[in-house]
């Protein structure tokens, strides 16, 4: 998987992947870092250049040093899948992290034609809407296509 590393207040790379619009129809790009010890996925806003994470429930933090962006490069083909609370993981779901060796994904929601992204954990996607962490039953989740 490609992750680039960005530090914070610099241009959004060439090529990164577009996790779909954000509220105003803009391009909305997703990366990882670390809030503690915690690898954490999130959108990045695209006026500060910082990335927005939801720490648990109801903590959201800004990453304000450096972060990993998710690349869109060949020969990677990726996509989104719908998922519900209780399903099975897709089994080529993207892994952005693991906490307590548990691994995590990107999760999507979508509410009014807007993009939201954040972590999937216990079945739940926590994602950041408006600033806020809010906890999500049926979402997409990013998957990794794989030539049968």
């Not at 927005?52 to 083909?77: S, T």
């Amino acid at each position: 998987m490609a992750w680039r590393s960005c530090v914070c207040g610099n241009r959004i790379p060439g090529r990164a992947f577009v996790a779909g619009v954000d509220e105003e129809g803009h391009p909305l790009h997703v990366a990882r870092g670390l809030q503690g010890r915690l690898l954490l996925p999130g959108p990045l806003d695209r006026i500060q250049r910082t990335l927005v994470v939801c720490v648990n429930q109801d903590q959201v933090h800004v990453v304000r040093d450096h972060f990993d962006v998710l690349m869109d490069e060949e020969p990677l083909r990726l996509r989104w899948q719908e998922v519900t609370k209780g399903d099975e993981m897709p089994r080529d779901a993207l892994v952005v992290a693991q906490y307590r060796r548990k691994d995590e994904y990107l999760g999507r929601v979508t509410i009014d034609g807007a993009h939201y992204v954040g972590r999937v954990v216990g079945g739940v996607c926590i994602a950041v809407v408006k600033f806020r962490a809010e906890s999500f039953e049926k979402y997409e989740v990013l998957v990794l296509e794989v030539d049968e």
